[in-house]
């Protein structure tokens, strides 16, 4: 079930640690990756495809992005799950992260494409957060915003740093 806005916000904050940056005090890289592998798989076999992933990512708050080509998708455009390192975070974007507007998004984004997303990430236990609430400026407890200026809740959990 997707949270709401507020539920969402108290999630950032709580997990807004003010000296990891790349990936909190609990983390396990092995299980990590391998629930990623699983999403992949999953997405694959969804779309009856092979997604691109990108499993190299370093020096970043995010494991990993997958993307459903466009090819595979009934929204015209392909399609960019990244997984960040915090609290089992996935942002789902049309297009590339930062592509479309909200409202874009909403009439763009078909159903036929969003729900069996969201059926694979929550049958692995992610939570999905709209990119749209990410772009909000960056008031958090971390010292992110003394590296670049200006920097957005994207950029804290779902970017590299």
Do not use: K
Not at 34 to 42: G, V
Not at 108 to 123: K, V
């Amino acid at each position: 079930m997707p949270l709401d806005d507020q539920h969402i916000w108290a999630l950032l904050r709580d997990l807004d640690d003010p000296d990891r940056m790349e990936f909190p005090p609990i983390y396990d890289h092995a299980p990590t990756r391998a629930r990623f592998d699983q999403l992949a798989e999953r997405l694959d076999r969804r779309f009856r495809c092979t997604c691109s992933v990108d499993r190299g990512v370093q020096d970043a708050n995010h494991h990993g992005t997958i993307v459903i080509p466009a090819s595979a998708t009934a929204s015209g455009d392909h399609i960019t799950i990244t997984v960040s390192n915090y609290g089992n975070l996935v942002a789902v974007t049309l297009g590339n992260p930062g592509s479309y507007d909200e409202e874009e998004e909403n009439i763009l984004f078909e159903t036929a494409d969003r729900r069996p997303i969201d059926d694979e990430l929550e049958a692995l236990g992610y939570i999905a957060i709209s990119e749209h609430l990410l772009w909000t400026d960056y008031d958090g407890v971390s010292n992110l915003g003394t590296y670049f200026e200006p920097r957005t809740w994207w950029d804290r959990f779902f970017d590299y740093i």
